[in-house]
């Protein structure tokens, strides 16, 4: 078997490379049918063959260095030179894949093609000669599906091979005045690397590329006769060095294809052109968006996430449940029976002739019910068939009782003193419960989220919003970050890397944890269920105002000294639409899901110990030690948020519960959720009846959106520093993302105040002038002319 042989992945982005990495190495890569979404190399062993190495490298279309990507792609294939180079074409669209295949070959090391698609070729019944393709590339080629697993195995077992074997040899000659400065450049310059490698670095050479040169360290007086048999050959063919290499490729491979691809139609349009025409047309494209994305949260949050949410935080993660239901509708007809039975016999023993009912959800009190004889006759039956407590659902079908329950049962079976059953059931089983409540919730979004990635559709949406965006000075790349972000910010923070403009990178970065991460879900839905009664609206509009906190600072960003210039022109590619495999849906969503399960299990569950500790520990009269629910205003914690809370006062929600849930939020943002439901849930109220007792809608909005745009958590913070990679633009950029998120919340609440009637003057007037700030810079500020910028674009 073969000895540590190391195979690398190249392609462009979309072509299978981590479909096909995944069926090699058996792992569980992201996949997703749009361009952005492996931007780091990764590794694995390819499957039964022990010492076989498999990186997948991010997308590229060329090895030039314009993007970060094609920088990390570039360096470890010529720095760290794998043996093979498995280069997987899109055979739908050779054009623009072979394009990378020309200058792969040069870097003398062994290439082999990984013809992939080729279902999607047959289905179509295009023609591709393999033969006489592989014979004018000069390296063999292997017609594989990655999707269906189709000759994988056999494309990276020739690949071992090649990697005994000798390099591939480029079969593409450049015009005399390019082949005469190469092999001058060959002589002159890179005679002392070794012979395979010297035709890439002359070529590399010959475009004037900086990163080569500023590497070669060449001699001055070489460069200069260099350079003049450069100018020559750019004086005979008329154009500039770049362009020649260029241009003689597309050349090449246009004469390599004319011998050897056959489209079965060409002309008609495609299916996928057919439905492009209306989900990217100019005017229905940001409807039909607009229209899915609330589609998609309705599904999650109502139609299928509310019942399923209800389920787990009131079933499993509550009393209990009827498995199946079994037994749920003759409990529930016992319960209308008995009624309101206790708050009668409560009223009569009371001497009372009237009685109220309150609300389980809203609180609300009835008017007063007159108690007639029959009704005092029709109650005391009642107790005496049900009992006291009334019928148990227990005694109904099958009775699952809940965690909290089961737990309860177990710790009082034990003996545990009362500050460790405090712990377990008020802290970890009450916080980690209230988040893993939302797991069936956030698989139902993910799901449909990795169906409209992996079929294609969200490429279209950075598309149709590029043409936005282009008016605010944005690049539409900058919403594949934000795209990625929606599962999470670290991700998506990564994804910025796309972008060639070093500004918009950077402004990408700041603004691209705006957008609500799979981890803001559950406390999004917490408000709008506590606060909002469960309106739908709640959640899309969370996702519109990330959009627009997007587009706003880019816009007042744009209009400052640091980030002034035009944005490089969107060049990213539509893939053919498809239907994505259930297998790679259900991974997707099973990836996301996971690991916000494993934040459950590990970071949420330290931080409600803590938060429990802190919260239900301090000092009273009687010195330091635990509290009873009535002292809780005295604990740690208390102290701690009320130390802060007037920070937030201005937005509303001034209570040091919501100040302290915040504070915990930059742990981990579904901590917000696990917090409140510690803070909130103690009494005999529960969490949801205390929330929406303790803030107004307009202060939960506020909270909402300050918690929404406010730093993210530390794991996305972590990765700004990274990719920021400079400590000042890092602090900008928290400062930032702060700054803004306090005043939009401000703002919000302070003119929201206007419609409950507790105007305050001066927070009124303050939210007026930050209010006028923000429109003269979106509006009547001009744009600063940025000293010039150079853009370079693939072509
Ligand atoms: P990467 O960007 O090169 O890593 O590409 P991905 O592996 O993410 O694949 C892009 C899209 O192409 C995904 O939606 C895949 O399901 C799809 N895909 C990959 N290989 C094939 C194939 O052989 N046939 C078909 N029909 N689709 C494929
Ligand atoms: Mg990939």
Redesign the pocket.
């Not at 594989?144 to 269906?148: G, H, N």
């Not at 990635?453 to 294609?456: L, N, Q, S, Y």
């Given at each position: 078997m073969a000895e540590n042989i190391r195979i690398a992945l190249a392609?462009?982005?979309?072509?299978?490379?981590?479909?096909?990495?995944?069926a090699l190495t058996g792992s569980n890569?992201?996949?997703?049918?749009?361009?952005g979404?492996?931007v780091e190399k990764k590794e694995g062993k390819l499957k039964k063959h022990d010492g076989v190495i498999v990186t997948?490298l991010p997308?590229i279309y060329s090895l030039s260095p314009y993007t970060l990507e094609e920088v990390v792609a570039r360096n470890y294939l010529v720095g760290e030179r794998p043996d093979a180079i498995l280069n997987?074409v899109d055979a739908t669209n050779l054009e623009r894949n072979l394009y990378l295949t020309t200058q792969l070959v040069e870097l003398g090391i062994p290439v082999v093609i990984a013809l992939?698609?080729?279902?999607?070729v047959k289905k179509a019944g295009d023609k591709i000669n393999v033969a006489e393709l592989s014979r004018q590339l000069g390296c063999k080629i292997i017609e594989?599906?990655?999707?269906?697993g189709?000759n994988v195995m056999e494309a990276a077992e020739e690949a071992i091979k090649a990697a005994a074997q000798t390099k591939t040899v480029p079969q593409h000659v450049f015009p005399g005045p390019v082949e005469h400065a190469i092999a001058h450049i060959e002589e002159a310059v890179v005679h002392n690397l070794p012979e395979e490698q010297q035709r890439w670095y002359a070529i590399k050479v010959f475009e004037r590329d900086d990163k080569v040169l500023e590497m070669l360290k060449i001699e001055a007086n070489t460069l200069e006769h260099v350079e003049t048999d450069i100018k020559a050959a750019e004086k005979e063919l008329d154009d500039d060095a770049e362009s020649i290499i260029t241009n003689e490729r597309y050349i090449y491979i246009a004469q390599i294809l004319k011998s050897s691809y056959k489209k079965a139609n060409a002309g008609s349009l495609s299916k996928s052109d057919k439905i492009d025409r209306v989900v990217t047309n100019r005017w229905l494209g940001l409807p039909i968006f607009a229209v899915i994305m609330f589609a998609v949260y309705w599904i999650a949050m109502i139609g299928v996430g509310a019942p399923a949410t209800d389920w787990a935080n009131d079933g499993l993660f509550g009393d209990g449940y009827h498995l199946l239901g079994i037994g749920s509708a003759a409990y529930e007809e016992a319960a209308e029976e008995y009624g309101d039975t206790p708050a009668i016999l409560e009223a009569l023993e009371a001497g009372e002739k009237s009685y109220v009912t309150v609300d389980d959800e809203t609180l609300e009190t009835s008017d007063p019910i007159e108690i007639t004889d029959e009704m005092a006759e029709e109650a005391k039956a009642m107790a005496e068939k049900y009992g006291e407590e009334g019928p148990d659902p227990a005694n109904y079908g099958v009775w699952v009782p809940g965690v909290p329950a089961v737990i309860g049962g177990l710790l009082e079976k034990l003996g545990t003193s009362e500050w460790l059953s405090g712990l377990i059931l008020d802290g970890i089983v009450a916080g980690v419960g209230a988040v893993l409540g939302f797991v069936p919730q956030m698989l139902v979004l993910f799901l449909m989220l990795a169906f409209l990635?992996?079929?294609?559709y969200m490429a279209r949406i950075a598309f149709v919003l590029d043409r936005i965006f282009r008016k605010f000075g944005l690049s539409g790349k900058s919403f594949i970050p934000m795209l990625v972000g929606v599962g999470c910010g670290v991700p998506g923070i990564m994804a910025s890397r796309t972008i060639e403009n070093e500004r918009d990178r950077r402004m990408t970065i700041m603004t691209t944890t705006f957008i609500p991460c799979g981890a803001k879900v559950p406390f999004i839905a917490m408000i709008a269920g506590a606060i909002f009664g469960g309106a739908a609206w709640v959640a899309t509009s969370a996702y519109f105002i990330g959009m627009a906190a997007i587009i706003i600072s880019g816009v007042m960003l744009k209009k400052t000294k640091m980030f002034a210039g035009n944005p490089a022109p969107f060049v990213m590619e539509l893939?053919a639409y498809?239907m994505?495999?259930l297998g790679?849906v259900l991974r997707s969503m099973w990836e996301r899901g996971w690991s916000f399960i494993k934040k459950a299990g590990t970071i949420i569950l330290l931080s409600t110990i803590v938060v429990w500790f802190t919260s239900f520990f301090g000092w009273t009269e009687e010195g330091f030690g635990m509290l009873s629910e009535e002292q809780l205003d005295s604990s740690i914690l208390a102290k701690i948020g009320s130390c802060i809370a007037w920070i937030f006062a201005p937005l509303g929600w001034g209570n040091w519960q919501a100040a302290v849930a915040s504070i915990t939020g930059l742990v981990a943002k579904e901590n917000i959720v696990g917090t409140m439901g510690i803070l909130y849930g103690s009494g005999d109220v529960t969490a949801y009846q205390a929330l929406a007792q303790a803030f107004t809608t307009v202060a939960g909005f506020s909270f909402l959106v300050f918690n929404l745009l406010c730093a993210p958590c530390f794991a996305a913070i972590g990765a700004i520093k990274r990719e920021m990679n400079n400590t000042k633009w890092f602090w900008f950029a928290i400062g930032y993302q702060c700054g803004f998120a306090y005043l939009v919340a401000f703002i919000i609440n302070q003119f929201g105040k206007l419609f409950t009637g507790n105007v305050n003057i001066i927070g009124f007037a303050l939210s007026v002038v930050a209010l006028v700030g923000i429109i003269y810079m979106l509006f009547i500020k001009k744009y600063t002319e940025a000293d010039k910028l150079t853009v370079n674009v693939g072509k």
């Open positions: 392609g462009n982005p979309n072509a299978g490379k981590t479909t096909l990495f995944n890569q992201f996949v997703g049918n749009w361009p979404v492996t997948d997308g997987i992939n698609m080729m279902d999607l594989i599906s990655a999707l269906k189709t990635e992996a079929c294609g893939p498809h994505p495999t790679n």
